[in-house]
């Protein structure tokens, strides 16, 4: 399978990209510049030259292949916008083809509501987005109708790596002897995925003859803020401080994220699991905690 990434050199994109090449798919990466390119061939990809914001550049080529991931993003004021006009144009791209283009688009677990007591999130439940996640929603429903594409969208929880999530950054705090700010309380819940088993989904989600899914993917379905910094002064023999900010103040302002990181959340992924036999590694707090807060 020849599979075109974008994003494939940021925290999702790049855990896709080495599991895709695992299984001997061909990989044709989006390289915004030589340093993204150089990042592409050391996974294993071929480096393929164009920008998010110039989607003439690079759309006719990834239209060309078996199947589109799309995990890249902009992260600036004019996300949205981008974000829409790329998928807009392989929409157009793709109704060239003589079989339907296969698309995993990345959506987001900020595009459901808050949850209170035992409530779960589903794939069924309905979107009310954040802010900064608005467009997301639009853009799946324009992408969604027709048939110029098999689309499956996955949802990611908060994503956790070595360097970036939840984990990485409390530890950075901890390390650094200071607060942990974040605009959530102790007591919200956060859904949490550790990047590899989330590129598995998405590996998982390209084998599947059906498509036109919603996954979700969170692999702890909900922890309290205040629990996941207790777990990780216990691995570390130090306390860690939760200081809430004021909506606006926290550091993910610069993209509107503060909104998300509020929500308390908890996830069902039931279906996920029967949808495409998902079985995450990191099934439990102590092992995401043991990996990843280092």
Known sequence: MDVFVTGG????GAAVVKNLISKGSRVIGLARSEASADRLRALGASAFPGDLQTPESWIERAASCDAVVHTGATFTGDMGRIDRLSMLSLKQAARHRKQPLKLVYTGGIWLFPATA???LITEKTPF???PAFRFMAETIRTLSHGTDLNLVVI???LVCSLTEGPIARMTEA?????????SASPETMWPLVEATDLASLY???LQQARFRMTLLASSIPGISVGHLAAHISARHGLPLEIETTEAGTSPEIQTGFDAGYALSQQVD???TKRTVGWEPEF????DLVVTLSR
Do not use: M, N, Y
Not at 9 to 12: D, L, R, S, Y
């Open 155 to 157: 949802h990611p929880a």
């Open 269 to 271: 992924i039931a279906h």
């Open 283 to 286: 099934a439990t707090i102590e």
């Open 128 to 130: 009310s987005p954040i």
């Open 117 to 119: 007591g035992t409530q």
């Open 174 to 182: 901890l390390r650094d002897k200071k607060p942990f700010r974040t």
């Open 203 to 205: 590996v998982l989600a």
């Open 9 to 12: 050199t940021g925290t999702i």
